[in-house]
């Protein structure tokens, strides 16, 4: 059997294997350990950090759906220097480039938290989460709005020189619109999707089943529009592009590659199986050995037409 | 005190899943000798592999050990049949296998001083009890003062009195519909006892308004009181922050079911538990 490569470069970051894990389903991190070994991940995303500490939202928080859930969490974290004092020395036992997902409520937040990321030296790269409500323009999410979701990544692009990926939102019209306008304010990769937004009624109270009314769809049920995105925006984009939603398995996975993912998010399925990634990574391994593909990049965008 | 288990992952095998009442099972399955460390109260998570419907682990509390020559081989659980996972779990037979994470959480404190406790359970909500009890005779507290309150709709919900009862305690029945024991809900026969008796704690376990009376009677008497609390879990180990409970409005914080419970002093959850 020959060495297989499954290096991939997302941007900057030069990742061991194409299996991250996704921002608010895998914690700090420490949550994992003991359940697998960190040291096999090709990247890992922490929980969506704002400037201070926040609560989120009340609960109930979540429910399961058909094949999926709906999570309202609403960001609840420690914050980032708690996270930078706290939690970081934790991941940094592991040679796993570490990803700090951040969010704020205005442009200057995302500003601030890049600064502040900038002179960390053991965080290799920020996703910058755009799906939360512009408080300054109406509550609308960034994500949402071309011009806005640009003029987010250009300013966090002045305050660092770290690699920046973008997370685009799946609650718009045209994702291709929304991928080009941050590539060219200075993102360099885009991860998608985050959760499509929904909700859930209880029809003997007539209430809905969350206490925030709507909160953001994920697993397998988001898989088929995940996958339908992470396509369009491939095709148009020249950035890496990270594929997230509904992955549970290897050939969900290996699909997303085909699709012209450079990497995947595990998100979902890290609660179903704390092991999903580590199968994920041998799934893809040995897809690879039954199939005699050499190198992982002979999958990435190989999408038949 | 010995030092809590840590949690992991396995693959167990079921070693008996019967029915015990109508749509009340218990199952037996077989884990890691790491559960002799396990604390009652403490819960796990299951998932039948490869079966994505429904999607997420469901959790449920350590209802006893199984011992062989003194040495544990296994867990039992006691569940109720309530939805599409407890249904599935139901079809499971002896010699299938079972996805087990645990021991998870935090359970309840069992101190070398206590003398005379009160247990209350509603319903399924016994099944982490018998634990504890088992628990409490093995580090030789006398629970012969003690007192166990059962409480359920009706008398299909009461489990479990005969073990009690086998450890030399007094066990109070109430049904809502009088099908067995007293006719009533499980509060009432608790604070008649407690007019001329003063147990060391109370321990409680059931649905969310036996929990939120327990507490109140607890208050009032100014008793100590550990209750188990269940809200649904998405992870059940501290990653997706689902399982958020009781706002301090001081720290601004929740608890989390999952890392800071199931089992929580009382005192502590005061928002969340007395009217
Ligand atoms: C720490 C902990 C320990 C538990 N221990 C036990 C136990 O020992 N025995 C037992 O039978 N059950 C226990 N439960 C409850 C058990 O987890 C639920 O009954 C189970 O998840 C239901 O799954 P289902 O798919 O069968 O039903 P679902 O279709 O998911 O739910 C049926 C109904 O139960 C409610 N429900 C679902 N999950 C929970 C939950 N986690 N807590 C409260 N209500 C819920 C739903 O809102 C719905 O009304 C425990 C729960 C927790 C959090
Ligand atoms: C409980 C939960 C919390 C999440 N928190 C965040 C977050 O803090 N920041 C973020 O960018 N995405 C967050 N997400 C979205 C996921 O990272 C991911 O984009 C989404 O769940 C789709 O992937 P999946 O179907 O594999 O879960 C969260 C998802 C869940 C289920
Ligand atoms: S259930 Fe996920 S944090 Fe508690």
């Not at chain 1, 890049?114 to 999410?141: L, R, Y």
């Not at chain 2, 001081?250 to 009217?275: E, R």
């Amino acid at each position: 059997m020959t060495q297989k490569n499954l290096c991939v470069d997302i941007g900057g970051v030069e990742l061991k294997n194409p299996v991250m894990t996704a921002s608010g389903t895998f914690g700090y991190g420490q949550e994992f350990d003991g359940l697998i070994d960190l040291d096999r991940l090709g990247g890992i995303i922490v929980k969506g950090l704002s400037l201070l500490p926040s609560s989120g939202n009340p609960p109930p928080r979540i429910i399961e759906t058909p094949c999926g859930m709906l999570n309202a969490i609403g960001l609840e974290n420690v914050g980032i220097q708690a996270f930078i004092n706290e939690k970081l020395p934790f991941l940094n036992q592991f040679s796993t480039p570490v990803f700090v997902n951040i969010y704020g409520k205005t442009v200057e937040e995302y500003a601030d938290l890049a600064s502040q990321i900038d002179s960390v030296a053991d965080i290799a790269g920020i996703e910058v989460n755009i799906s939360c409500p512009n408080v300054k323009a109406g509550g609308v999410a960034f994500g949402v709005d071309r011009r806005a979701a640009a003029d987010v990544i250009t300013r966090v692009r002045r305050k660092t020189t770290k690699p920046i990926m973008v997370k685009l939102s799946p609650n718009v019209t045209d994702i291709v619109a929304i991928a080009k306008s941050v590539e060219s304010a200075g993102a360099d990769s885009i991860s998608l999707i985050n959760t499509i937004t929904a909700m859930a009624i209880d029809i003997e109270t007539r209430k809905p089943v969350l206490a925030n009314i709507t909160g953001g769809l994920s697993g397998p049920a988001i898989k088929p529009v995940a996958l339908r995105m992470v396509w369009q925006v491939a095709r148009e984009v020249k950035i890496p592009v990270i594929g997230i939603g509904g992955i549970m398995n290897a050939e969900d996975a290996i699909a997303f590659l085909i699709a012209g993912a450079s990497a995947v998010q595990v998100g979902t399925a890290n609660f179903i199986n704390p092991r999903a990634t580590i199968d994920i990574l041998e799934g893809i391994e040995s897809f690879m050995n039954k199939n005699k593909i050499d190198d992982i990049a002979e999958l990435i965008g190989s999408l038949k037409i | 005190m010995k030092s809590a288990a840590t949690k992991h992952q396995e693959i167990a095998d079921i070693i008996w899943n019967k029915e015990e009442k109508p749509g009340c099972f218990r199952i037996g399955l077989t884990c890691s000798k790491d559960y002799a460390n396990a604390i009652p109260g403490q819960f796990i998570t299951l998932h039948i592999p490869g079966n994505l419907s429904p999607l997420l682990r469901r959790p449920f509390s350590i209802h006893r050990l199984i011992k062989k020559s003194g040495r544990v081989i296994g867990i039992e659980l006691l569940y109720k049949v309530v939805g599409g996972f407890t249904e599935k779990l139901a079809r499971i037979n002896a010699g299938d296998q079972l996805d087990l994470i645990g021991p998870i959480g935090k359970g309840f404190t069992i101190s070398n001083t206590t003398r005379k406790v009160a247990f209350v359970a509603g319903g399924i909500g016994v099944a982490p009890l018998i634990f504890l009890a088992d628990a409490m005779v093995e580090t030789d507290i006398n629970l012969s003062d003690s007192i166990v309150f059962l409480g359920g709709r009706t008398s299909d919900d009461i489990l479990c009195a005969s073990v009690f009862t086998s450890f030399a305690l007094d066990v109070h029945t109430t049904t809502d519909d009088g099908s067995l024991g007293e006719k009533g809900i499980v509060t009432q026969p608790l604070e008649k006892w407690l007019a001329s008796n003063r147990p060391d704690i109370i321990y409680a376990c059931g649905p969310m308004p036996m929990l939120r009376a327990v507490a109140d009677i607890a208050k009032k008497n100014s008793l100590p009181c550990e209750v188990s609390i269940e809200t649904i879990m998405a992870c059940g180990i501290g990653a997706c922050l689902g399982c958020a409970v009781n706002k301090n409005k001081q720290t601004d914080t929740y608890q989390h079911v999952c890392i800071d419970g199931p089992v929580f002093d009382a005192s502590v959850m005061k928002n969340y538990l007395w009217s």
